[in-house]
């Protein structure tokens, strides 16, 4: 059975950094690309990142607004994506959800298993 | 960037009913189009995918049509669990974008 976790949420003030873990299993995760959105407070989901299968080369991508302060990566023997946020605002505080992606990419693909959801509350 | 706009942004049934909700693509997503519910409090849920293709699982009262830039998402025969936030969301082109959701609530 897929499953995605997602972790390492918390509160914190502005301009900190924090690393969000993303645990999967139940499938060859190597072989998928994976991805972050973010859900703020009462509002729609927004993507922020993904990154692809190391076999398309582990490229990422991000969205503007986070672009240059947060980065995705993966460890695929521990079958992990992470996203590591820096310089962190007040616009920052979301539910931030892990998914899984397509196979090696994400073009064209829908996201078909998403985590629980880690909480990130920037707050002076 | 692909803006998507869902209409309507709210909308009251009752149990037995069909519904129908729309998206609109600023652009063509050449038919990378994916449905999502959210339920209250939870992760969102693959409906549909690539317009009109259901995902594993999902009750065949769920269905999608549509092509170049307008989309449907139709439940035939709407269930007491079906009353949930429902977005689209192209794959297309990046920044995948998402429709602002539509609330459907029990009348």
């Known amino acids: 059975e897929v499953e995605v976790v997602d972790s390492g949420g918390g509160l914190l003030e502005p301009g900190r950094s924090l690393r969000l873990s993303c645990t999967a299993s139940?499938?060859?995760?190597?072989?998928?690309?994976m991805s972050w959105f973010r859900q703020a407070p009462g509002k729609g989901l927004e993507w922020i990142s993904f990154?692809?299968?190391?076999?398309?080369?582990?490229?990422?991508e991000y969205a503007a607004s986070v672009k240059g302060r947060f980065t995705i990566s993966r460890d695929d023997s521990k079958s992990i994506a992470y996203l590591q946020m820096n310089s962190l605002t007040t616009e920052d505080t979301a539910l931030y959800y892990c998914?899984?992606?397509?196979?090696?990419?994400?073009?064209?693909?829908?996201?078909?298993?998403w985590g629980q959801g880690t909480l990130v509350t920037v707050s002076s | 960037d692909i803006q998507m706009t869902q209409s309507p942004s709210s909308l009251s049934a009752s149990v037995g009913d069909r519904v129908t909700i729309t998206c609109r693509a600023s652009q063509s997503t050449s038919g990378y189009l994916n449905w999502y519910q959210q339920r209250p409090g939870k992760a969102p849920k693959l409906l549909i995918f690539?317009?009109?293709r259901l995902q594993s699982g999902v009750p065949p009262r769920f269905s999608g049509t549509g092509s170049g830039t307008d989309f449907t998402l139709t439940v035939s025969s709407l269930q007491p669990e079906d009353f949930a936030t429902y977005y689209c969301?192209?794959?297309?082109?990046?920044?995948?974008?998402f429709g602002q959701g539509t609330k459907l609530e029990i009348k």
């Open positions: 990154i692809r299968s190391k076999a398309y080369g582990g490229t990422a």
């Open positions: 139940g499938f060859t995760f190597g072989d998928y690309a």
């Open positions: 998914a899984r992606g397509g196979l090696y990419d994400t073009s064209g693909y829908p996201f078909d298993y």
């Open positions: 969301q192209q794959s297309y082109r990046t920044p995948y974008t």
């Open positions: 690539t317009t009109s």
